[in-house]
């Protein structure tokens, strides 16, 4: 039996380095390497002549902080952080109550519809909504045309473009956050509901005693993701405004890392603006879970 | 009376949430269908008069996106198989094979997960050009060859193996590499499916990394040389469209045939501990 569990041991350390392998060398190392980059000059020469590096402490995070484009991008990316996950979050747990409420016929065909958006390309559908937005010919000011709405220039007007991105952000994504709502909603006891109708407790009030209380670590798990997944907004400014446009209005972190390390290669500069949002959403992360936490005692 | 009110207001509700939900989708698919122009009017036209595929030729024919359609669909089957067995492997041992400092491993691997994959991007790339696979599928493939999150799935799965079956098949001597590969394996089936929707939608969609490690025309995936033909042919919004659902069809159909084991994933990967 000894000799057996030796064997089960190895087999467990050799199944599992492959993957293991991969992840340390392709990610955990690269985000070491990174750290080690932002404090250092790596910049276009030093790719051709690495002996060119020097090591300059916290002049890059320096820098970045006297930057006003990158507390620009951080404003940018906090916007759409601060108006994204709310949007997005009330969106989803509306659709999930619709979708599970026990008078809705054709659930399952809702429920699909509704999940469509969170398959599709992101770049593609971002191209799609680039000329929805189209002030003359797009789809979305003759909506509003209806109501007598006048046109706006939704991704050329700084006031509207942001806000235009995440209304693209929560049609993107409201489904997935759907579907984990409907997971937490269906591990609600039933009983419960039950017990509250007996004792004449409104609708309202069974939502607001039974359902969201119940919600409550299910919300937080989604907070959690949503938060993380839109402090990384990249694609949506890069396709949709030319890169951050108009006059900077959707510049977001990611983006400015990007510009910074991959057009102009100033590479340490960029390692640092990354290892920024790291700590940001760590940060926030953090936060959050003690928040949860607290509540829980 | 009141509450039927309330249902069919519920229902109004839950249709005009469809109607935003699809709209985009199905517009796009319109106006890929329009002759040249058509979509640039005011108000804008709903449908195709009349319907033509002229801009899915231009797209083939003249702007070769049959290239980067190849390029998506190579690079995605091939970070799907590779993954596919590296995670197996991985959630297996995490969740069934006793070793020391499994445990600790596995809770790292955990933290890790809110590092933002850009932190990794400039050494990764780096890396990458020193290696030579900068501009090439591998450079694509490698960093996608196992996840935290695959991982992390399997042995949620895993957990759910009896261990009675293990040391059954110890017993009657089989090897670990054979209990993995006969008796593992087929019972990971349903979970290995999800994940591979999972991950051969997530390599398709994906837009970042193969923008920044592919730097030649002929290599590029969909999304990159869609978001490429934007700069040269932003006027022709008939044939962007078209470049769109070239672009998303392959996985809306690879979705609308696995939904079930693709939501079922997504509530899996919700489910703590």
Redesign the interface.
Known sequence: MRSLHRGEARAGWLLAAPALAVIAVFFLLPVAAGFALSVTDFDIYAIGDPDLVRFVGAANYRTLAAEPLFWKALKNTLYFVLLGVPATMGVALAAALGVTAGVTRLKPIFRTIYFAPVVTTLVAVAVVWRYLYHPRFGLINGFLGWFGVEPIAWLADPRWAMPAIVLLAVWKNFGYTMIIFVAGLQAIPEQLYEAARLDGASAWQRFRHITLPGLAPTTTFVAVITVIGYFQLFAEPYVMTSGGGPVNATLSVVLYMFKEGFRWWNIGYAAAVAFVLFWIILAVTLIQTAARRRAER | MRRRLS?LL??L??IA??V??????A??FA?SLMPDGQ??????PLLPQPPTLDQYRALFARLDIGRPLLNSTILASAVTLVSLL??S??G???AR????G?DR?FSL?LA?L??????????????L?SMGLVNTYLGVI??G????FG?FLVRQFALSIPQELLDAA?VDGAS??QI?RSVVLPLLRPILVTLGVFVF?GT??D??WPL?VLTDASMYT???A??NL?GEHFQD?EL??A??VV??LP??I???AM?RS??EG??MG???E
């Not at chain 2, 935003?20 to 989708?25: D, F, K, L, N, R």
């Not at chain 2, 979509?39 to 804008?44: H, V």
């Not at chain 2, 809110?114 to 890396?127: E, R, Y």
């Not at chain 2, 060859?145 to 935290?148: D, G, V």
């Open positions: 249902t519920l229902h509700v839950l949430g469809a935003a939900a699809i709209a985009p989708i517009w796009m106006a979509a640039n009017a005011e108000p804008p590296l995670n492997m991985a297996y041992a995490f094979l006793r070793f020391r499994r491993v691997l890790a809110v590092i933002p994959a850009q932190v990794a991007m400039l050494p990764l790339f780096l890396m050009k490698v960093p060859m196992a996840s935290i991982i110890r670990e590499w993995y939608m398709w969609n837009f970042m920044i969909l999304p990159v869609l978001a934007m919004t962007m469209m470049g769109a672009t998303v996985v809306l690879l979705f609308l939904q693709y939501i997504i509530m919700s489910l703590k």
